[in-house]
């Protein structure tokens, strides 16, 4: 079974916008963190906001917010105020408490931002 | 600070030879590395973890003997992909974390984009 879900391959959105990417995720562990990545067409990978499986708030980092639905298992990331430079894939990630776990990734949507 | 260095960031490289690629955590000890490849457009899939000292532990289907990795210091994992044929062709992402806990993201490399011609 996928433990990361993205089911939206591709999302449109204009400028000055908002937008959500959907994530479901699995897992038995009651400790993990969820992570939102953002790559360009360059290749790298930029963090962009954190959720933990025990934190009670909807993490914020400036224009990124994480609606996160733990019964629900979904960790939904909103993009406020869309820029074209927003215009990349984006990666739903999930690390599990055991030690030395890797992120283990969604596959990706690609969101396209247009003036 | 968190930053991870690979190189090169493009490799074109005729089959049957080998090739190296270096993961580098500049400004923390990494105990933990992890080698990801990436197929245009595709999802970044982990291919091992690689633990200084040790030998790296590989995902299923991932073949060790094509695929080495050494893990030689804190700040160091490299991967060579040897006797490489055109398949082998991909993208290679390393990342690592300065904590190896589920609250710590991992730090990537920006990636080398492999050409095996």
């Known amino acids: 079974a996928q433990k990361i879900t993205q089911t939206q391959p591709g999302m449109f959105v204009q400028e000055k916008e908002a937008v959500t990417l959907d994530c479901t995720y699995d897992?038995?562990?009651?400790?993990?963190?969820l992570f939102w990545y953002k790559q360009p067409s360059s290749g790298e990978m930029i963090f962009l906001i954190y959720q933990g499986s025990y934190d009670q708030q909807n993490a914020t980092e400036g224009r990124y917010s994480l609606n996160f639905q733990k019964a629900r298992k979904s960790a939904n990331l909103v993009i406020s105020a869309s820029q074209l430079g927003d215009s990349a894939m984006y990666f739903c990630?999930?690390?599990?408490?055991?030690?030395?776990?890797?992120?283990?990734f969604g596959k990706g949507t690609t969101l396209s931002v247009s003036s | 600070g968190a930053v991870v260095s690979q190189h090169p960031s493009r490799v074109i490289c005729k089959s049957g030879t080998s090739v190296k690629i270096e993961c580098r955590s500049l400004d923390f000890q990494a105990t933990t590395m992890f080698w990801y490849r990436q197929f245009p457009k595709k999802s970044l899939m982990l291919m091992a973890t690689?633990?200084?000292?040790?030998?790296?532990?590989?995902e299923q289907g991932v073949e060790k003997d094509k695929f080495l990795i050494n893990h030689a210091s804190l700040t160091l994992s490299t991967l060579t992909v040897t006797s490489a044929h055109p398949e082998d062709s991909s993208f290679y992402i390393c990342s690592a974390s300065n904590r190896d806990t589920s609250n710590s993201p991992l730090h990537f490399g920006n990636g080398t984009r492999l050409t095996v011609t």
């Open positions: 990630a999930m690390r599990e408490a055991q030690a030395g776990t890797a992120l283990i």
């Open positions: 897992t038995s562990d009651p400790s993990y963190g």
């Open positions: 690689s633990n200084e000292g040790s030998k790296a532990t590989y």
